[in-house]
C-alpha cells in the first residue's frame, strides 16, 4: 500500500446543505451524479448520501448522527487564519465545539462540526510547516 | 479556507494494534506521545485513542464502534492491485465488507474495515488517473 489517500467521503443526510456549508468555507464542489466532489489538494472530499455510503461499504449504520471516530484537519499558516476559518465555519452552519486556544504543543487551534457532526480542527501548528502548495510534512520527530 | 486536508486523525480503541494493522499495509508510522503518524503524500494519518480524540474534539462519543458515516479511499493502478491490497488487508486483520468487483463507474474496487471499523475503499478507477507522486486529480465533469 503506497503511502497515498484517494478519496475522503463524508456521509451526508441533506447533500444540498452539506454542499453549502462547504462552499460557504471557500470551496467550490462539481456535482457528479448524486455526490458532490471538492478537490482539496492532492485529493478528493467527496460528500454522499449516508445511507448510501454504508450500503457501498457493506456496513450497517446503526448510528446516524453523531461522533463518528474520525476527525479531519485543515491547518493554516498563523493563529489570525484559524480565528477567521472558525467564525466563517459558525457564520456557515457548523457548530463550534472547541473554541480556539493555545494548544499544549505550542500552536492554536480549535475545532468545529459541519452540519452532519463530521469534526474539523483548524489550527496553526508552528512545528508543522506547509509548503507553498499547501501540503504538509510530518516531522522526523525522532531526531529532534 | 483553501483546498486542502493536513491531517485525518482516526479515533482507535488499541492504539498497538491499530499501528500493526497499518504496518501490514505496509505503512511506516511514527510514535509521538500517545499518538502515531503517518505520512501519506501531503498529509498525516494519525492514529489515536478514541475516548481521548472525541474529547479533544469536544463532542461525546455515544457509539464507540461500528460505521462513522466516512470513507476513506486508496486509489491504485491496476485491478491485480486491489485484489493484492485487499488480501493483505484481510490477513492483517481487516474484515473484508465488499469484496473487489467490478463498478458501476467501469472501475474494479472492494472495500474492508480497519480494526476500528474505519472503513477503506480500494479502487483502480481508469477515470481518476493517479500522478506519479500519487495524487489525484478530480476530472472536469463538465467538460467531458
Do not use: K
Not at 3 to 23: H, K, M, Q
Not at 25 to 33: H, I
Not at 77 to 105: C, H, K, M, N, W
Not at 115 to 140: C, I, K, Q, R
Request: glycine share 12%; hydrophobic share 40%.
Amino acid at each position: 500500500m503506497e503511502p497515498r489517500i484517494s478519496l475522503i467521503t463524508l456521509g451526508v443526510s441533506d447533500l444540498g446543505r452539506a454542499r453549502s456549508f462547504y462552499e460557504a468555507l471557500g470551496w467550490a464542489g462539481q456535482s457528479v451524479q448524486e455526490t458532490v466532489f471538492f478537490q482539496v489538494g492532492g485529493l478528493a472530499l467527496v460528500l454522499w448520501d449516508r445511507d448510501r455510503l454504508a450500503l457501498d461499504c457493506g456496513v450497517e449504520d446503526q448510528r446516524p448522527a453523531g461522533f463518528g471516530g474520525i476527525a479531519l484537519a485543515h491547518n493554516v499558516r498563523s493563529p489570525a487564519e484559524v480565528d477567521q476559518l472558525i467564525a466563517t465555519a459558525e457564520r456557515a452552519g457548523g457548530t463550534v465545539t472547541r473554541p480556539a486556544a493555545t494548544t499544549f504543543y505550542g500552536g492554536y487551534a480549535g475545532v468545529f462540526l459541519d452540519p452532519d457532526g463530521h469534526a474539523w480542527e483548524v489550527a496553526h501548528n508552528p512545528s508543522f510547516p506547509l509548503a507553498a502548495d499547501g501540503s504538509l510534512t510530518v516531522p522526523d520527530f525522532d531526531t529532534r
